[in-house]
Structure formats: structure tokens, C-alpha cells
């Protein structure tokens, strides 16, 4: 099976709007080339030299660099004072993201933003050194977001963007994007070790050595932990590598980074609320006790920069068996509904992109551009039957090749000192191959129909004015077009692998696009604000489906919201920030009492005060609120709101620091996650399904301590 679609790009308003401001902008540059024949457009100019900011935390003033007012950078500093449960929760420190866990802590979070379940990650673009962090056709789910093997004292920045207005970034990129900036510069030996309830251990390894124009960088990492589950040890064991290669010769730069994970886990999965109210388990018990997963990810790329040109390469060897329970005896009421979920892939790639600046008609220009590919080579994606995590039988499994590769330019003029224009424009093509590994029947129907090829290509086109009123005040409007790529196996499929019934594939690209109105401040030197208007629009959404455990198609969407964020400093140790997010999201095409999308969050609230000095006594807290939310689309069945607070608390000697955490310190039993969808728990008659809230709830509160001693 092959279908050839090109350019599914839309054709509407906001299409027309980027053009128009495309058009627009070359229409100026000959317009200014016929009256000033005297100017040479094509001459050469020097890079304009931006000030180097220093980024320790979020409240550095992007006035002058930023793109829009929902992109910010945030430095190392904030990153290790931030007291976390989890390594996921490191894109909390986006504006507006919630993290959440319905299962064990080495399966990927749960991810919110902008009106989006984002499910594990789909919509929201991660990178880490230029690779790709998101798994396209994954076993689990689309766009499978895995923070795992990040070892927070390596990362020196995250830069994030929210919005598609951006010509870097191709798939995954309805909702914005974030990556992950590992250490540059010698770092300071350290040995630290946290210690914690239910046998919470954390150990690191981490330093620098330098060598004239070259440095090496190094850390290991072991986390253990039982978890607080009543009837099942979590029984994580986690080790994270890092090992990265510096160099520094006048203008170019040069980076190598092996980046190496291992984990094994059991997990404390969801739970229906009647087998809480029946007493047959309490919160924080199972009814499965042996799901889990082991995962497994391994890395090197190579960086290579200079004034021009940045280059990259990466090679991924990753592998993934989740075993999971939703819906316990519904389907199969003898061995339970037990499934494993296998990945086994390699994936390689790289980045090339060439920055020219010229002077056209005495305005300062600079063109940027850019090729990605990107190659999944997916020895196996499977869907096995499982009771004990022991294989009764196969749903699917493939062998799948899916490359991609996508172009863009950018193109940033500087009108004058208050107006400047950032406009875009990017190609993607894919191409996708599935092979079935199985031969069995269905209802008569061979499953090996469901092989095939497929391609799709994609434009997107995007657009931004800046307008700069001082060095205080900057304002933004910004336009663009996104997209996520769907399953390759949806993509060709043609029988149904649980029930043999002929199915429709999936378009292999799905299209968005938005706006964004927006300002930023930077007032007293003390106070950095920002505030964004926008509105998303998407072609087809991806819903959770408790009984299969993953996400399927459905309508088209829209999204429209607020953001504010504000951060002041009183002085140099002590800072105040908040962070505000409203989002009303729906379906389009559905009428208007049965058009609210499971999963949006329409409020989000963050806020924290925190005390820093150089010495002595240090502390943070965080509060972490989300409303209620619809679980279906009547919003007949909602889930509670939910609220966290974490803090910490130490003393910072010269070379060693003693740290308390005490995590979710109001102890509160709000809910992490809800799903509202039919189940069978075991002493239920045979053939009855019940439709039931399914929840993880918050973990209780826990307390640990952790000493760094720096060499």
C-alpha cells in the first residue's frame, strides 16, 4: 500500500497571513534595491555581536534575543535548586508544563501543556545536544518521551520554546519544544549522595579535567528505590553515564558525548476507585503486582561550530519491555489483561546549517540554512499478551524503518533599532516501511496485510515581527505552522490486530497552526515579566484509550489561552516567581455539549520563593496547582483539581553542602493522574465491564537528605 502526499499543508488564513509577511518582507528588500542602486544588498558583514548572558536562572532578560515571549533559557543553577520527586519533572521548570507519573519511575511522565495531554510527549518536541529525544513509532506511545538517562548535574541550560514559530523545529512541534544543553566548560569534581524513605538511594560521581584548549567532562550516576507502594517494592535500579570530549581552537568548537542508561523497575499503575471503595486494595496499592519494564539507551554524537556553521551527528541504540495492566480481566477473564510492550531500535542522524550574514540596503540580515535526517531502524515494536510477564500469545509485531528529512531557511532582518522580522520556511519529507514479523489469522484475515510503504511530505511556514520599545519593553506577534508525525504501522494498516475488522489508516503527518500576541519586561533590573495571547489549532487529536493502553485519532481542535510568568529578584539571594496558565481547549466539529477534550487542564498555577546566598543557610519552596478537568467529552465526569508542595532547606559550607528535601510536605493524597474508561476487576461477573475513574495518586510525603562534597 502507497499513498503520496506532499504538500498536506493548509491553505487558509493563517497560511495566507505567513505568506503575506514573506512577501512582504522581500517585496521591501527590492523596493529598497530599486531606489538605492548604490548600496550593495549581497555585501558581506560581520556577525552581529550579541551580549553573552550569563544564565543562572530564569529571570536573565531575553529582550533583544528572544523570538516570542513564551521561549525562555534556564541555567544550571535553577536546575539543581529545584527540589524534584523524579528526573521528568525537570520540564516543570517550562512555563505552564505540569508533570505527572501514572506508573513505575522508569517509565516516561506524563506530560500537560497548553490545553494538551500530551500523553508521553506527543506535540512537544525534546532534544539534548541536538539529538532527537522523542521516539517516533514507539511501542508505548507516539512521540515517547523518556528523561531517564539525564543526569540533571550535567545539563548547563534548557532553552524552550512554546508555539510552531520556529524554522529549527520540525516534527512534534505543535505545542513547543525544549532542549537540553549538556555541560561546556570544566566542571568542579563533586561526589554527592542522597539518601530517603522506602530505601531511597542516589549516588553521583561528577568532574572535570582540563587540558590546555580541551576539557573532559564525566559523571555517573546510581539511584535505587522501593517506592511507598503497599503490596509491591518498586525495586528500582537505575546507572546513568555521561562522558563528554571539549574543545576549543579560536573560533571553532568541538564536542563528542556518550551518554549511557540502564534501568529495571516494577511498577504501582493506576487504580479503579471501586476496588478502593470495596477495600480490596488502598491508594497506594496494585491489583497486578508484576508489571514493570526494563529500558535501555546508549549514545554518541558529535558537535562541530564555528561563526557560520554548526554540524552535528548522533547514533541511538535503545530498547524498551513495559508490561501493563488497564483494564485487569476485561478482555481475557481466565489470564487477565496483562500486555508487554516491546521497542528494540537504533536511530541515527544529524544537523548541518549554514548561517550567512549580509548587509542588504544597509540593514543588517541574516540568512540560516538548515538540512536534518533523521533514521529509526526499528528491529522490533511489539504488543504481546501476558499474564506474570510471562508471553501467552501475539498482537503485533514489526520490523519498521521510518527516515525523515527536512529542510528550512530562516531568514532575520533588522528594519531598525525597534523593528525586526524573523520569517521561516520548512520542508519535511518522511518515508515509512512496516514489515509484520507475524503470519497468523484473525477472522480468516491474514495479518501479514498489514505490511505496506508509505511517504508524506509537509510545509510549514512561519513568521514573527518584533517590536522593541527600550531596553525595558518588547512586544511580539508570531504566526506559524507545526505538525507530529502518526505511528508508521497506522499508517498502512489495514486489519485490525485484536479483532480482524478492516480499519482505515491514519494520515501520516497531522498539521497545526497557531498565533501569538505577546510582551515582555524587564523593569528596575529586578522584575523580568512576560505575558502570551495565543490560539492552536490542530487537524486531528491524539485521545489516551484506557483498554488498549495507548492513544488513536479523533477530530480536529482548538486551543486558545494566557500566559504570565514574573520573577523578581529582591536581592541578589532571595527571588519570588509565578507562573500562570489558562487554556480553553475543544473539538471543532462536535456538538457543544460533547466537544470538551479529555485531559485539558484549563488552569495552571506554579509559584515559589527561593533563597540562594554564595554561603550558609539556603531554601526553596514550590507550590504546584492544576484545576479539574473533563475525562470525557460531556464533562459529565471530571477529575478533582490537584496541588503539591515541595521544599528544601541546607547549609552551604566551602566545599561540602547538606540539603533536605521533603517532597509533596503537605502530604496531600490529590491525585497525579485520572482516566475515566471500562474495566473488570476480578470478583466482577464475567462479561460486565464497569466504567470507572482510574487514578495514580500523589506520592506520600517523603523526606531526604543528601550531601555534596566539591573538590
Not at 470495596?278 to 561563526?307: F, H, M, P, Q
Not at 510545509?459 to 511580539?476: C, G, H, M, Q, R
Request: net charge negative.
Amino acid at each position: 500500500m502507497k499513498r503520496t502526499n506532499y504538500v498536506p499543508f493548509k491553505l487558509g488564513k493563517l497560511c495566507s497571513a505567513v505568506l503575506s509577511c514573506a512577501l512582504l518582507g522581500a517585496g521591501s528588500l527590492f523596493s529598497f534595491s530599486a531606489l538605492s542602486e548604490s548600496n550593495n544588498w549581497n555585501e558581506p558583514i560581520e556577525a552581529v555581536s550579541i551580549e553573552k548572558i550569563e544564565i543562572q536562572g530564569k529571570a536573565a532578560s531575553l529582550i533583544g534575543e528572544a523570538i516570542s515571549a513564551s521561549e525562555g533559557v534556564i541555567g544550571q543553577q535553577e536546575i539543581l535548586n529545584r527540589p524534584m520527586l523524579r528526573i521528568g519533572e525537570i520540564l516543570e521548570l517550562v512555563p505552564g508544563m505540569v508533570v505527572t507519573q501514572h506508573s513505575g519511575t522508569g517509565k516516561a511522565n506524563q506530560y500537560f501543556l497548553r490545553g494538551f495531554n500530551l500523553d508521553h510527549g506527543t506535540d512537544f518536541a525534546t532534544f539534548i545536544d541536538y539529538m532527537p529525544i522523542n521516539m517516533r513509532t514507539h511501542g508505548h506511545g507516539q512521540g515517547y518521551t523518556d528523561l531517564n538517562f539525564i543526569i540533571p548535574e550535567t545539563v548547563q541550560t534548557i532553552t524552550f520554546k512554546k508555539g510552531a514559530y520556529y524554522g529549527q523545529i520540525g516534527d512534534f512541534s505543535g505545542a513547543g519544544s525544549a532542549s537540553f544543553n549538556t555541560v561546556n566548560q570544566p566542571q568542579t569534581t563533586q561526589l554527592s549522595a542522597t539518601i530517603g524513605e522506602d530505601n531511597f538511594q542516589r549516588y553521583l560521581l561528577a568532574g572535570g579535567i582540563e587540558l590546555d584548549n580541551e576539557h573532559i567532562n564525566y559523571a555517573i550516576e546510581f539511584n535505587s528505590n522501593d517506592g511507598p507502594w503497599t503490596n509491591i517494592d518498586e525495586d528500582l535500579d537505575k546507572t546513568n553515564i555521561f562522558l563528554s570530549y571539549n574543545s576549543n581552537h579560536k573560533s571553532d568548537d568541538f564536542k563528542v558525548t556518550f551518554m549511557g542508561y540502564d534501568n529495571t523497575w516494577n511498577s504501582a499503575d493506576q487504580i479503579p476507585q471501586r476496588a478502593v471503595n470495596a477495600g480490596i486494595i488502598d491508594e497506594l496499592g496494585s491489583l497486578d503486582t508484576s508489571l514493570g519494564g526494563n529500558s535501555s539507551r546508549y549514545s554518541i554524537n558529535a558537535e562541530w561550530k564555528n561563526e557560520n556553521i554548526n554540524a552535528s551527528g548522533y547514533l541511538i541504540d535503545y530498547d524498551l519491555n513495559l508490561w501493563s495492566n488497564f483494564t485487569y480481566f476485561l478482555d481475557n477473564p481466565a489470564t487477565g489483561d496483562q500486555f508487554e510492550q516491546v521497542d528494540k531500535r537504533k536511530v541515527y542522524g544529524g544537523h548541518l546549517s549554514y548561517t550567512a550574514f549580509v548587509n542588504w540596503q544597509g540593514l543588517p540580515v541574516s540568512n540560516e540554512f538548515g538540512a536534518q535526517i533523521r533514521v529509526d531502524d526499528i528491529d522490533e515494536v511489539g504488543l504481546f499478551q501476558t499474564q506474570k510477564r510471562q508471553r501467552l500469545g501475539v498482537i503485533r509485531n514489526d520490523t519498521v524503518n521510518e527516515s525523515s528529512a527536512g529542510f528550512y531557511w530562516q531568514n532575520n532582518i533588522i528594519w531598525s533599532d525597534a523593528i525586526k522580522t524573523i520569517v521561516s520556511a520548512r520542508y519535511d519529507y518522511f518515508d515509512f516501511d512496516v514489515k509484520s514479523n507475524i503470519n497468523t489469522n484473525i477472522n480468516g484475515v491474514n495479518l501479514s496485510v498489514n505490511n505496506g510503504t508509505e511517504d508524506a511530505g509537509n510545509v510549514a511556514l512561519k513568521a514573527n515581527l518584533i517590536y522593541t520599545f527600550n531596553d525595558d519593553w518588547e512586544a511580539y506577534v508570531s504566526a506559524g505552522q507545526g505538525f507530529h508525525s502518526n505511528d508508521a504501522r497506522g499508517t498502512i494498516v489495514q486489519v485490525d490486530p485484536n479483532s480482524g475488522g478492516a480499519i482505515q489508516p491514519v494520515d501520516p503527518i497531522v498539521d497545526s497552526y497557531g498565533y501569538e500576541l505577546g510582551l515582555r519586561a524587564n523593569l528596575f533590573d529586578k522584575l523580568n515579566a512576560s505575558l502570551s495571547i495565543w490560539q492552536l489549532n490542530l487537524d486531528s487529536e491524539l485521545l489516551f484509550v484506557g483498554d488498549a493502553g495507548n492513544t488513536e485519532p479523533s477530530d480536529s481542535s482548538s486551543r486558545y489561552g494566557v500566559e504570565l510568568t514574573g520573577y523578581y529578584s529582591v536581592t541578589d539571594s532571595l527571588t519570588f516567581d509565578l507562573e500562570y496558565a489558562y487554556t480553553d481547549a475543544e473539538f471543532d466539529k462536535l456538538p457543544s455539549n460533547a466537544n470538551q477534550i479529555p485531559g485539558a487542564l484549563e488552569h495552571v498555577l506554579q509559584a515559589g520563593v527561593s533563597y540562594q546566598p554564595q554561603q550558609g543557610w539556603f531554601a526553596n519552596a514550590r507550590l504546584r496547582y492544576f484545576s479539574e478537568r473533563p475525562l470525557i467529552e460531556d464533562g459529565s465526569v471530571t477529575s478533582d483539581d490537584s496541588q503539591i508542595m515541595n521544599l528544601n532547606v541546607g547549609y552551604k559550607f566551602t566545599q561540602l553542602t547538606l540539603k533536605l528535601d521533603i517532597l509533596n510536605a503537605l502530604d496531600s493524597n490529590d491525585h497525579d493522574i485520572d482516566y475515566y474508561y471500562a474495566s473488570r476487576i476480578a470478583n466482577e461477573p464475567q462479561g460486565s465491564a464497569t466504567e470507572d475513574l482510574h487514578y495514580h495518586v500523589l506520592e506520600p510525603r517523603t523526606v531526604r537528605l543528601s550531601a555534596v562534597y566539591k573538590f
